[in-house]
């Protein structure tokens, strides 16, 4: 099993247990392991969000911020583009972006293997690298 990163986008103040059951869920529909997944990623803005940070340290994983500039160079790969997330953000989806970034540090070749899940003011993307 290749290795799986979780791009993550949401609103501040954005509770733990929604991000968990989210990511929970979208592993469990698509019948990836938790034991695959190496990290989660957002967007420099979410750097000190703390649900974000708390689902880290609940996996036990590594979370990852990239500023949007860097997050703009996935938009080939993104499965939609949203001008809402553009307009607020500076890239076309946070999540999808995220995930691929994480992603490419692993493998030269990144891949979207879940696109964007939303779920109460959270999204998430995940992808496939290395």
């Known amino acids: ?8 986008g949401c609103r501040r103040g954005c509770p733990v247990e929604t991000l968990a059951v989210l990511l ?9 392991p938790h034991s695959a997944l190496r990290a989660i990623a957002s967007i420099d803005t979410k750097a000190r969000e703390p649900g974000l940070l708390a689902l880290a340290e609940r996996l036990g994983v590594p979370f990852v911020c990239f500023d ?10 993104l499965s939609q ?26 493998s030269s070749q990144p891949r979207l293997q879940v696109p ?15």
Request: with cysteine; aromatic share 8%; net charge positive.
């Open 1 to 8: 099993m290749p290795a799986l990163y979780a791009g993550f």
């Open 81 to 106: 583009r949203s001008a809402i997330a553009f307009a607020q953000t500076g890239c076309w989806g946070v999540a999808e972006s995220a995930a691929l970034a994480l992603a490419s540090r692993a």
């Open 116 to 130: 964007r899940q939303v779920l109460a003011g959270a999204t998430l993307a995940l992808a496939f690298g290395g």
């Open 68 to 77: 949007a500039t860097h997050l703009l160079a996935f938009e080939p790969l």
């Open 24 to 32: 929970r869920r979208t592993l469990a529909n698509h019948a990836l």
